[in-house]
């Protein structure tokens, strides 16, 4: 019998998004409970749990699988040890990914688990799209290579953007923007990722709320030489760059609002955030000769008419014109595209969940 309700578990850095799935992915219920990882606090999430319905199965959300995890898998303690090894490659998320399993374990002892990886959407990725150009004994020795993340979101973007544009997800050349606090852009070929913005760590790629996305290495070997310490380097990358190290806020409405009053600096980290978010797009489409439907979602993405409008006005010798009245007002999951565009685009509601629950299922099935 194929598993009813699913409970998804995803975590963030201050609460964790609970939500409990129907037969048709419907939202049955929603809690986001508090959650601080560092603290290991996990009572009023155990809490929530408790008070929430029954599930037949539970869907945990884990940021990196690493080469190991190219798929969900239901978890058991020999996953468990997996999930830790990893914890190097994500030491903020993955530590709170294995607290959330112990609290949902000992919450709901009799449900299976099953872990669903950001990271396993990529493992479709060419060699050559995910291969850096550094000596073998980086790249064998150490495991450097590109990762990409957001895979939950992009797998459900472009599913949904397919539905929602009658297109066929088995052939569509799909590029997703997943616009958030993180940032990044997929090609999917026929459902499957084959290149994404983000590499070996979620730090590359487009320009972020915190993040600086890609930058020159040199410039990096620069720094240190300088007498910068490494760790001042990645906490700078990490948490002082992006729309904040430009614009002084990682807020794009304010970003926005303050270069429309002609603030020069909030003007600057927009046309930064644009020209990097066009280049990248553009980069997507080149690596599927060609792209039938572009999408949009996460906060800035289903939000921000500017940004879309603004990415698409220097991407239209890729067939992208967007009907701006589309665009401007409406709500929900919908096509923006204009009617002398070639090529089609659409808006999305960020559902890792939902992705989540048809991959929890799948695995129970496969018992």
């Known amino acids: 019998m194929t598993p009813g309700f699913v409970l998804t578990v995803n975590a963030g850095s201050s609460s964790v998004k609970l939500r409990l799935l129907g037969?048709?992915?419907?939202?049955?219920?929603a809690v986001d409970a508090p959650f601080d990882p560092a603290a290991g606090d996990v009572e009023s999430v155990v809490g929530a749990i408790a008070a929430m319905g029954a599930a037949d199965v539970v869907a945990h959300r884990v940021v990196h699988g690493g080469t190991r995890f190219r798929e969900a898998v239901e978890i058991d303690a020999a996953v468990l040890s997996g999930i830790a090894d990893l914890?190097?490659?994500a030491p903020l998320h993955q530590p709170a990914a294995l607290m959330l399993m112990s609290a949902v374990s000992a919450a709901r002892p009799s449900t299976p688990a099953v872990a669903c990886f950001d990271t396993a959407f990529h493992a479709?990725?060419?060699?050559?799209?995910?291969t850096y150009a550094i000596p073998e004994r980086w790249r064998v020795g150490h495991g450097i290579r590109r990762f990409?993340?957001?895979?939950?979101?992009?797998?459900?973007?472009?599913?949904?953007?397919?539905?929602?544009?009658?297109l066929d997800l088995q052939s569509a050349r799909v590029v997703t923007c997943h616009l958030g606090s993180g940032a990044s852009v997929c090609?999917?070929?026929?459902?499957?990722?084959?290149?994404?913005?983000?590499?070996?760590t979620p730090l590359d790629g487009l320009v972020m709320a915190t993040r600086s996305g890609s930058i020159d290495p040199g410039?990096?070997?620069?720094?240190?030489?300088?007498g910068i310490s490494p760790g001042d380097v990645q906490h700078a990358l990490e948490h002082e760059?992006?729309?904040?190290?430009?614009?002084?806020?990682?807020?794009?409405?304010?970003?926005?609002?303050?270069?429309?009053?002609?603030?020069?600096?909030?003007?600057?980290?927009?046309?930064?955030?644009?020209?990097r978010l066009r280049s990248l797009i553009a980069a997507m489409a080149a690596s599927?000769?060609?792209?039938?439907?572009?999408?949009?979602?996460?906060?800035?993405g289903e939000n921000s008419a500017e940004v879309r409008n603004r990415a698409i006005r220097g991407l239209t010798h890729l067939g992208l014109v967007i009907d701006s009245s589309r665009n401007d007002d409406g709500a929900g999951d919908r096509e923006l595209s204009a009617a002398t565009a070639r090529t089609r685009v659409a808006v999305v509601g960020a559902r890792e969940d939902r992705t989540m629950a048809r991959l929890a299922r799948q695995v129970i099935l496969r018992r």
């Open 23 to 29: 037969h048709g992915d419907e939202v049955v219920e």
């Open 87 to 89: 914890v190097p490659l």
């Open 124 to 130: 479709t990725m060419p060699l050559a799209n995910s």
């Open 148 to 166: 990409g993340f957001h895979g939950l979101s992009h797998d459900d973007a472009s599913r949904q953007a397919c539905a929602v544009l009658g």
């Open 187 to 200: 090609a999917v070929h026929g459902g499957s990722s084959v290149d994404t913005s983000m590499g070996f």
């Open 219 to 226: 410039a990096i070997l620069w720094l240190i030489d300088s």
């Open 241 to 275: 760059s992006g729309l904040t190290g430009l614009a002084g806020t990682a807020d794009m409405r304010l970003v926005l609002e303050r270069a429309e009053a002609g603030d020069e600096q909030s003007a600057l980290a927009r046309d930064v955030y644009i020209h």
């Open 288 to 300: 599927m000769d060609g792209i039938d439907a572009l999408v949009f979602t996460g906060g800035v």
